[in-house]
């Protein structure tokens, strides 16, 4: 069988920019990448500090620029690339322009608010984005989906469910959508209860039985806020009401959505948990490329289980879906408390179920002095992140 290619029809090779090529995600792209020569070209490469990660996958993917977050750091990569012919610069305004350069995709995989400008910028530019940046959606969905409208924008989603989801309703009309469901794994703490949760160090919430990802969604996956997160998100992405939307714990992470349809049909998405996957549906489709992924073996698996998830034990996911259901910019200002929080259990300042109750705190204090209103622009998105930060640190130093 034809191995289906990459490139366009007219045979042009595709560009691309990969806004945080240091982390997992533009890691894992850039590994895609170099399997699949002569398919790609490299135009940009953005890191936040990692100057030297970033001049070494520069020189050895034949970036065109690289940029560094970091103003301070710009001498730095720029002696790092002397002589390669990569253009380098630096701080967040280089980051917002190299997301227009010339590129028929870009991966938006910078995490946290400082995703927010750059990957809007490259949403204008109306060409293919692969969104790997949860704060897009989740502080900024409505703003950032009406700009995507605008521009005639094509958006892949990277997440796993998410690319699962997308490539489950190819084609499908929006009526005979019933109810899309997320999986989780559960994370490293799955049945356990909040007397073992008091203990629990940040290395063993680093421990994910089935994904490598990085340090803060990790973190995210074992307390369930990732997948309150990935709600969100799916709002935004999908043509479904908040009450559509749900979450059911399937510990294999083989099964990554599960859409219902009015017929009774339900369509499942499968594959190894290997970022990998989704990476390479949002650089080929409608075609497909080779992955050097795990083949599922299901007669090997034996099994696929799925469980409600623990609520009560873990309560980050209804605190995300009461956000989503809040609307405006509740969603900002929870993922910002959120990244504090996580931020500070991985210092060992806070336990680890303080993060969910810092979070709580946090969307009532705003909620109670109007800090929660209307999301109408990027500028409305960035005040709640900033709101929700202050407030989180302003809690943990009343904890201390």
Excluded at 10 to 25: E, H, M, Q, Y
Excluded at 30 to 53: H, M, Q, W, Y
Excluded at 252 to 273: E, K, N, R, Y
Excluded at 390 to 399: G, I, N, Q, V, Y
Aim: one cysteine or more.
């Amino acid at each position: 069988m034809r191995q289906a290619r990459t490139k366009s029809s007219d045979g042009v090779v595709r560009g691309i920019s990969v806004l945080g090529a240091t982390g997992s995600v533009g890691t894992s792209t850039l590994d895609l990448v170099a399997r699949s020569p002569g398919d790609f070209t490299i135009e940009v490469l953005t890191a936040n500090t990692d100057v030297t990660k970033l001049a070494e996958v520069a020189r050895r993917h034949g970036a065109r620029h690289a940029v560094i977050a970091d103003a301070a750091l710009y001498r730095d990569l720029k002696d790092a690339l002397s002589g390669s012919g990569i253009s380098a610069a630096a701080g967040p305004d280089a980051l917002v322009e190299a997301a227009t350069r010339p590129a028929d995709c870009v991966l938006a995989a910078i995490m946290g608010a400082a995703g927010l400008a750059p990957s809007l910028a490259a949403v204008r530019q109306g060409r293919r984005l692969a969104l790997a940046n949860k704060e897009c959606l989740v502080a900024a969905g409505d703003v950032f989906m009406d700009a995507v409208a605008a521009a005639g924008t094509e958006l892949i989603p990277v997440d796993s469910e998410h690319s699962g989801i997308f490539q489950t309703l190819a084609g499908e009309p929006p009526e005979a959508i019933e109810r899309i469901l997320l999986t989780a794994s559960g994370g490293p703490f799955r049945g356990w209860d909040t007397a073992r949760l008091a203990a629990v160090t940040p290395e063993q919430a680093l421990r994910h039985p089935n994904w490598t990802m990085g340090r803060k969604i990790t973190i995210d996956s074992a307390t369930l806020m990732n997948k309150g997160l990935e709600l969100i998100e799916a709002y935004h992405l999908f043509p479904v009401t908040a009450d559509q939307l749900g979450v059911v714990v399937h510990p294999q992470s083989v099964v990554h959505c599960l859409v219902s349809f009015s017929d009774g049909t339900v369509l499942a998405h499968m594959s190894a948990p290997d970022m990998r996957t989704p990476i390479a549906c949002s650089l080929a489709w409608p075609l497909r490329m080779v992955a050097p992924t795990e083949r599922l073996d299901l007669a090997r698996i034996g099994q696929l289980t799925f469980e409600p998830p623990d609520e009560a034990t873990f309560p980050a996911l209804g605190l995300a879906r009461a956000a989503l259901v809040r609307g405006g910019t509740a969603p900002a200002v929870l993922n910002a408390a959120n990244e504090i929080a996580v931020e500070a259990f991985l210092d060992r300042r806070i336990r680890f179920l303080d993060i969910a109750a810092i979070v709580a705190q946090v969307l009532d204090k705003a909620d109670a002095t109007g800090l929660i209103g209307r999301l109408t622009s990027l500028d409305d998105a960035l005040a709640a992140d900033e709101a929700g930060r202050r407030l989180a640190r302003e809690m943990m130093s009343a904890m201390a």
